[in-house]
Every structure is written in C-alpha cells, then in structure tokens.
C-alpha cells in the first residue's frame, strides 16, 4: 500500500469519509457529527493519511493534537476517521495505516493517542486492542452514550525521561 500525506478538501478523502460516514449510518442510523475543522489535521498538529492500492484510494485515518481540558491532557492526539473500503478489508491495510499514524504522532512529539469508536464496531475494536489500545474514560462528543467506546495507547515517547 503506497501512503500519501493529504488534506481533508483532497477529493479521495471527502470519496473516503463520505463512504464512512455511510458506515456510521448503517451501524448506528446517523453519520458521525463530531465537529471535524480541515486545519486540525495539518502539520504540525496533525495529518491525515490515504492508503493506495493501484493508483486507488483505498484506506485513511490522520489524528489531531488536542490541548489538555476536562476530557484529554496535553500531549493526547485523537484518532480520527480511520476507514477501509470493504472490498480491502482482511488485508492488515488498518493495521499498517495505524502504525504510520503511530509513528507520525510520536515524531511530531505527542504522548498519547486516543479514540472514539462504539459498539457496533467490532472489527475497530478488535484492531485496537490487539494494537495495545486500552479502554479510557469516555471524551468527546458521545461520551455519554452507552454505544460510545474509548481507548488509549501511551505511545514510546511518553515513556522517555523528562529533560
């Protein structure tokens, strides 16, 4: 899967979340209305990324850097609108795609990544937790739903020593 670095205007990536949030109607009756602003995900406190398989976008997901309030603390970047077409699931392209988002977050310095997801999504739950994601308190905005799921991964950077 070839990686490329886009913003959320990219036409592969309004195709890509149209599709998921298409998702989240089926699996939930309602698209995600979480407040999601295109400069959130550009560097340097953010990114998105698009997975291609044969010249086709086929996977995305980018995290944006969150200041520390009642929910998050600072160093906390959100997981965001980590998607797979079906006819490319199976394929371990999430699980390469969460790593570069992984590895992104700890080069641009973040100390943790953390996410929504819900029940009816079992497959990103499964992923997660075998990624070393933890469930967390609920934040966010369906945190009081009994649907709403949050984990957390500390990433390598949080574990250095303070200079």
């Known amino acids: 899967m070839e ?3 886009l913003t959320l205007d990219h036409p592969d990536v309004r ?11 089926h699996r939930y009756g309602g698209e995600d209305a979480t407040p999601v602003d295109v400069s959130e995900f550009g ?3 953010g990114t ?14 980018g995290w ?11 160093g906390d970047a959100e997981l965001k609108r980590m998607y797979v077409v079906p006819a490319a699931r199976g394929r371990g392209l999430s699980r ?17 990544l953390v996410l929504e997801t819900g ?14 994601y933890t469930e967390i308190s609920p934040f966010g905005m369906y945190r009081r739903s009994p649907r709403c799921r949050c984990f957390g991964k500390l990433l390598p950077v949080a574990a250095q020593p303070a200079r």
């Open 119 to 132: 029940i009816h999504q079992p497959e990103a739950i499964g992923l997660y937790t075998s990624s070393g």
């Open 96 to 112: 390469v795609l969460l790593a570069e988002l992984e590895r992104r977050a700890v080069d641009a310095g973040q100390r943790r």
């Open 15 to 25: 195709r890509l979340i149209t599709e998921l949030q298409q998702e989240y109607v």
């Open 64 to 74: 944006r850097a969150h200041e520390s309030g009642p929910d998050l603390a600072e």
């Open 48 to 61: 998105f990324v698009v997975g291609y398989l044969d010249g086709v976008a086929m996977a995305c997901g």
């Open 3 to 5: 990686l490329r670095t």
């Open 43 to 45: 560097p340097p406190r």
